[in-house]
């Protein structure tokens, strides 16, 4: 496989753009940067436990925010873009940008978990379907889209949201993926597992990061019109499956599937490696803290 896997990338105020790097911090959270503009997409470090999500309240946990973002070695941020504002997407955002600096990017249900935890309207942009966002030499596109089947928490977030708060409460307020493109090359992060048919036409990627969460449970004609309508129609060099671990772990121990009771895993992985065989593309898991080279050949 082509991939440049190298170690941790540690920021600096390089003058010159050093090759885009990205870094999984499991869910649909990833760190991309060229050395001089860093974005992130979601950026959900707290992962509280299934228990204080099931029956408790749920709040940013700034301790683990920032291990996590210094163990990356981010130092500082120019945007973050938030998929939808479910609480494993949303939370700590406005956190990550008090802690990193940067401008939060999402709906505006996502903005007002933004205005809860006391970010200005400059610090904010409000983000909707074929935007083109300059940040640096990147161009970052969100594109509107459906969540996963079983979405439990639907509809928006009408008022500035302050945690904690039930996890309940972070209703999803419209989903994104986004387009990013550089210079050097271009990749999508679809964070959740459903699709809007002939979306992606014609968008060519070298990287796709895959959400698949819950795609194990759908039928396997919602698999295959997942595969073709995301996988087949942006054509990547390589697929990364995101949203794929059990999110009620701590990002200090090593990423896991969610328990099956919860997720088909074994599904969603036979499913891929069926998949990758028949298409020749290959579909590689990205480590928690692990940095790849997603435009290196
Ligand atoms: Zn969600």
């Known amino acids: 496989m082509a991939l440049d896997v190298g170690p941790p ?26 050395g001089i503009s860093g974005i992130l997409i979601d950026g959900f470090f707290s992962r509280p436990s299934l228990l204080r999500v099931a029956l408790g309240r749920v709040a940013p ?34 956190e990550v940008v008090k802690h990193l600096g940067g401008r939060l990017f999402g709906s505006e249900s996502t903005l007002n978990v933004g205005r809860g935890s006391g970010l200005a309207e400059q610090a904010m942009t409000r983000i909707a379907d074929g935007d083109a966002h300059t940040v640096g030499a990147f161009t970052v596109r969100p594109l509107g889209g459906v969540h996963s089947p079983g979405n439990r928490f639907p509809g928006v977030i009408e008022e500035p949201f302050v945690p904690p708060a039930r996890a309940s409460s972070y209703r999803d307020g419209g989903c994104f993926s986004f387009l990013v493109t550089h210079p050097s090359g271009a990749m999508l992060i679809h964070p959740s597992a459903n699709v809007v048919p002939n979306q992606f036409d014609g968008i060519d990627v070298d990287v796709l990061y895959l959400g698949v969460g819950a795609l194990g449970a759908q039928s396997h004609r919602f698999q295959d019109d997942y595969w073709r309508h995301v996988v087949e129609a942006t054509r990547p060099r390589i697929v990364v499956p995101i949203h794929w671990d059990n999110f009620f772990v701590a990002l200090d121990r090593t990423l896991r599937p969610l328990p099956a009771l919860l997720d088909k895993f074994a599904t969603t992985t036979e499913f891929l490696r069926r998949k990758s065989a028949e298409s020749g593309i290959p579909v590689r898991f990205q480590d928690a803290f692990e940095v790849i080279r997603p435009f290196v050949r």
């Open 9 to 34: 990338h540690y920021h600096s105020r390089m003058a010159a753009a050093a090759p885009v790097e990205a870094t999984f911090f499991g869910t649909s959270s990833l760190h991309v940067s060229d």
């Open 61 to 94: 946990d700034r301790g683990r925010i920032t291990s996590a973002l210094s163990r990356a070695g981010v130092t500082r941020l120019d945007a973050l873009f938030v998929a939808h504002s479910h609480y494993d997407h949303a939370m700590d955002a406005p």
